[in-house]
């Protein structure tokens, strides 16, 4: 039978679309990736102190291949984990977050907590992502404090408008942190304020890296903060990047390390997994991040600080 060009080009556009869901709902959204970021944020002289970043698990209680990929996860022997929020897409996912964890829940922790732990995700129109000021669309309630009751009994800390000290491999560490700013749940008066001078890292932590919320952090001199929440962009395209940030964040500090300010790093996790009803990554893979964080170099009085350099790898790792 006879078809026009027309009719041939878009078979093949269908064809092509077809494929590339495929490929992003079976494929990619299980290749999860381990990156690698070496950042130099500590006070000069430190010690190295390596940090698990692990965001947006929007754990689903069947999601085998996830949960065996998480757990393996405590062979790096991070000194400190550190959990951006959005754990939960399932009111019954909680015991399948905490075995994930397994033994990583034994090492020093900090959390706070993203919207997706406070409610369930729902369908939305994708377009919605482009308009920044659309409309939440809230699900039902999670059992979050059932999640935080949890990592809090097997000993990490919840930094949710909270200053916290503590000592890590030899590293003092004043970490504090905000509830999650897409919600605009944020209270930074409540931890607002120059951290401690004589700590090594000065640790910021959020879930959505809104601006308003980073240009606080860096006023208050903190060195480094870990956010999450974009998920990369979720869906790239190929030389250009993430097509949205789902905040106020601009696309080219999506993902990775980057700078804020004059003497704040950033660090965006694009996460472990997807909303149920967005089951697709493209360009993007799940992710966790093994941030090794050294000394910067040191300040010569009356110049400016001479910024270290910053370098990032990944490996692919499938597990079944």
């Not at 757990?71 to 897409?89: A, K, Q, Y």
């Not at 000592?167 to 970490?175: D, F, H, L, S, T």
């Not at 606080?216 to 097509?243: E, S």
Request: proline content about 7%; aromatic content about 6%.
């Amino acid at each position: 039978m006879f078809r026009s060009p027309l009719t041939r080009t878009a078979a093949g556009i269908a064809g092509a679309a077809a494929l590339g869901i495929g490929y992003a709902s079976l494929i990619e959204r299980n290749a999860f990736t381990l990156r690698e970021v070496t950042m130099p944020v500590l006070e000069p002289g430190t010690s190295a102190l390596r940090v698990l970043h692990i965001s947006d698990l929007h754990m689903m209680p069947g999601q085998r291949m996830k949960q065996n990929w998480l757990r393996e996860l405590d062979r790096l022997e991070p000194d400190l984990v550190v959990n951006t929020g959005d754990n939960l897409s399932h009111a019954r996912a909680v015991p399948a977050v905490v075995q994930s964890m397994g033994n990583l829940l034994s090492r020093p922790g900090l959390f706070v907590f993203g919207s997706n732990d406070y409610f369930a995700p729902k369908p939305k129109n994708p377009l919605k992502y482009f308009r920044k000021n659309h409309k939440r669309v809230l699900g039902d309630p999670l059992p979050w404090a059932d999640l935080r009751a949890a990592f809090s009994e097997r000993g990490w800390l919840d930094a949710t408008h909270t200053r916290r000290e503590l000592e890590v491999a030899g590293v003092r560490i004043a970490a504090a942190g905000v509830d999650d700013p897409h919600l605009k749940r944020d209270r930074y008066d409540t931890i607002a304020g120059s951290p401690n001078p004589l700590a090594d890292l000065r640790l910021g932590i959020t879930h959505s890296p809104e601006p308003r919320v980073l240009d606080r952090f860096a006023d208050d001199g903190y060195d480094l903060v870990l956010a999450g929440h974009t998920h990369g962009g979720q869906l790239c395209l190929p030389f250009y990047g993430a097509l949205v940030t789902n905040c106020d964040l601009d696309r080219s500090r999506v993902k990775g390390p980057s700078q804020w300010g004059e003497h704040t790093q950033l660090h965006v996790s694009a996460g472990v997994g997807t909303s149920p009803w967005a089951p697709a990554r493209f360009c993007c893979r799940p992710e966790a991040t093994l941030l090794t964080l050294v000394a910067a170099p040191r300040r010569d009085a009356g110049s400016d600080v001479e910024q270290g350099h910053t370098s990032s790898s990944e490996h692919t790792i499938l597990r079944g």
